[in-house]
């Protein structure tokens, strides 16, 4: 560590240990704000760390060079510059130290309008006074100072007062001065007289003093008076003076209005400014109260270049103010690099103000801007081309040269970082071959720049470019010259051939004879004819090429559905099949092959029962929690007894021998052992008193461990139980756990591991929650119009977040990166950035979209999600009535069926597209509403599960059929007996 970044000691008492380790934490911090900032010289939250980190180490040479790269690549706010300011006046020991006081003093009170500045900048002077001189040449200085004030903040409604204040006290303290001075003079002497008259001349300054602050339309005007008398006690108030007062009052209840509305609003206030200074406008008021409130609404507004182009514009063009407009551009080009206008426009203020040897070095700065788009490096390349083309003299080589030099670098630029697509229209180019002939009288040089650059790289093919270098060629050279350019046109354009012709066939006319103009004529007919018989070719190609893409799609589907259709079983591989359509004859067959495998259908056992060989049937989420010997409820979804999807156990087994039967291969086994682990751990008790101290994880690995869990989530507090469940469901894994702490506090903090990456998966965490009630999570986000939020598309793939903040964070402050990924933790190529404010994400839509960032051109818009259409397909508004007969919204809750003992069993959430039904149309064709034990009535067209796993499936009908097969259906339901395959065949053959 060098001696320079030691922390400061006392004298009297030593660094404790502890103070020392801190200090080495925020050395530790210096070192890493360093290297970002060699980085990244413009990261303006890295500047305001460093400086901070700075100030509280305390080395005044460190901090010093740290504010000075602030500086240098920003300007500063008032506080920051202040704590500068404090800080060296503070450790200020010799002349040198109070020169650069002074120096840092003016450097701050020309970044933004601040009394606060101001103020101190005198009081400072007034205090150091026997630093700067005699008394007089002091005094005399501190007075410039003051004027100086009140001409950048003198008329400022509010803060005003404060400055006309310490002018009139600093004048008073003057006069008190010469008072006591001639009190030690003795009368008649030269010296009494001469300072005789210098008191009168401070009095009459004091009363000036007075005098215009009565004039001005501000607040404090009252108390100004009241001083007034008490500083005068021999005369009232002068009737001029009376008479200013009442017209500033007057005034300044005018002006009210617009200062309410300033008070009343939130910044940066930039409506009620544009109001007020329009009224102002409006009104003619005079340019220094404009000037004043220009600067006011910029304190507020500083990253706003239409604020800064409107200032600027006013002070260059109305108040023909150079040295202000100057300054005023210089500014806005400090706060808006990214403008391109501003650059341009400040370029042509130093040609107009008679400074164009400043140009050149503008403009090489704007090369460093950092614009958003090649078309605004191409518009400050015109504006610089365009001045070095007004600077051109005859008579001078040099600027001649400087203006083909500018084009050439400009064209270099834009080739080198944009490609072809930097000037896609070669308009400097094509700007240069017009000043060579109009101007220079040099049509050969224009000729050259035509051929060698202009109509190169594919932009030979252009009627437009070949019309205008025609045009120009009969301009400026010979009538042959311009008949070979055409002649050329016609041979190589293929975008509008017949406008080509057409020129040339009118010059034929116009200059040539008869033969020339059949020989053009017959040239037109002949590559017409070549480029209509391209045209056919092109099409009848593009037709054989649309037929092949439409016959492999139709192959494809073919394919698709051929693989889509189930391959018969091989003849030595037993399987065992559902009960599905299929042909009588095949009945017995089959029949005999499934009795084979596995013995025949016990009659179904209810939930919570016990079998012969001891075995209990888990319970279903629904009726577990009706169990009379069970007070307590668990999720569905962590109950080990339930597959998650509605079906009992043993037919989730049943369904995956017969799935392993018929694909051949055996069981994984790669989690076997895991699975095997979680089924013998004692059955998960869940309580919903402490739902608010559980916390839900999902997307874990298959190999997630409990002591991953517990060491990952342990950090936070205490835990009272974990439960880790591992399920397989149509050949998809899932993993997810329930850690349940010991208070509600802990869960809470222990969402901040949301997104966090957890044995190479990002894991979702968020509160336990009751999915059979009807409770929610919030969703965190905005799903609305965010304006302060950006969605960027076409994000690369390997961006970080700290990548595209860097991106973002020119144009303002970014508070927030989130970059949407999958279940693997990868990205998915989009991403949402939150900025600080509106007027910050509108400049970032304005610069940023289209911006190509690594190889992808980001699409940048405000965050504005649409609105999520209802589960199932229904449409808006959809509804669906439970198993109670009660409405509900369409996916506001889970799809419950009834079940033959008044318990329901959680259904998927809407039938996809190519989800259809496997169920005899006898079974469907009756079309009649089922009623179910507990007497409530399903409606049609929904789907109804019995407990063996088959389902129901009820289509619409008229009113009569549903009254003709109501009997015989609500005998069919009575009975809770499942129908074997002959019941369903009985049912199939008995209406034919």
Known sequence: ???????????????????????????????????????????????????????????????????????????????LWLLWIHKEVVKAEGPEDFTYIQELYSRATKDYLSVDIWLERCTFHTEMKEHIGEAKEANKLIRELFEAALVAGGLHMTAGKELWKAYREFETEVQKELEDELCEEEEGTPEHAELTEELKAQKKRVRSVYGRQLKVPIEGLEECAEDYADWDTTTMLPTPMKNDLTKALGERELLQKHEEELTQAAAPRLEQYQAYIEFERARKASPARLQCLYERALVENCLNAELWCQYARWLDTELKDADNCLSVYGRAIRNCPWHASLWQSRMMALERHGKAALVNGVFQLSKQAGFVSSVDYLGTFKAYCSIQRRAIVASSPETVEAFRSAVQDAVEFLTQWYGEEGDPTCSLLRYQARVESELLKDFSKARDIWKSQILMHGRGKSSTLWLEYANLTRTYSDGESCRKVLYQAVQCTNDDCNAVCQALLDFEAETG????????????????????????????????????????????????????????????????????????????????????????????????????????????????????????????????????????????????????????????????????????????????????????????????QEEMLSETFGKLGEISDIRLVRKRHDGKKNCYAYIEYTNEATATAALKLDRETLDGRPMFVSMCIDKDADTKMPFRYSTSLDRKTLYVSQVPYKASAEDIAGVFSKYGTVTDVRIVTNRMGDSRGFCYVEMQDEAQASACVLKLDQFVFRGRALGVALSNPPRRKPIGGLGKGATMLDSRGSSSQFGSSRFQAPMTDGSVVPQSRGRSRTQISLLPRSVRGGGSASTDTSGATAPANSTSATLDGSATTESSSSTESRESGESSESAQLADNKPKSNSDFRAMLLQGK
């Open 1 to 79: 560590m060098d001696e320079e970044d030691q922390p400061m000691s006392s004298e009297d008492s030593d660094v404790e240990e502890e103070e020392q380790e801190d200090f080495s934490d925020v050395l530790d911090e210096i070192a890493e704000l360093e290297k970002k900032l060699r980085e990244n010289p413009f990261a303006y939250d890295a500047h305001v760390q460093l400086v901070k980190a700075r100030l509280k180490v305390g080395h005044v040479g460190k901090i010093r060079a740290a504010y000075e790269k602030f500086s240098e690549a920003f300007p500063l706010t008032d506080e």
């Open 513 to 704: 004879t008869l033969a020339q103009y059949d020989a053009a004529q017959e040239r037109c007919r002949a590559q017409l004819a070549r480029l209509e018989e391209r045209k056919t070719k092109a099409e009848e190609k593009a037709t054989h090429a649309e037929a092949g893409k439409a016959e492999q799609r139709k192959q494809a589907r073919s394919d698709k559905k051929q693989q889509n259709t189930k391959q018969k079983p091989k003849p030595d591989t037993p399987i065992r099949v559902l009960p599905q359509k299929r042909k009588a004859v095949q009945e017995s067959s089959s029949s005999s092959r499934v009795s084979q495998i596995l013995p025949p259908r016990k009659k179904a056992l209810r939930p919570g029962s016990t079998t012969e060989d001891g075995f209990e049937v888990p319970l279903l989420p629904s009726s577990y929690e009706k169990k009379d010997a069970q007070t307590e409820a668990s999720p569905p979804s962590a109950y080990p007894g339930s597959t998650g999807d509605g079906s009992p156990v043993l037919d989730r087994c049943q369904a995956r021998l017969m799935a392993e039967a018929a694909s051949g291969e055996s069981m994984d086994t790669e989690d076997a052992a895991a699975r095997q682990a979680d089924a013998d751990k004692p059955r998960f008790e869940y309580n919903p008193e402490n739902k608010k101290q559980t916390v839900f994880v999902s997307n874990l690995a298959m190999t997630m």
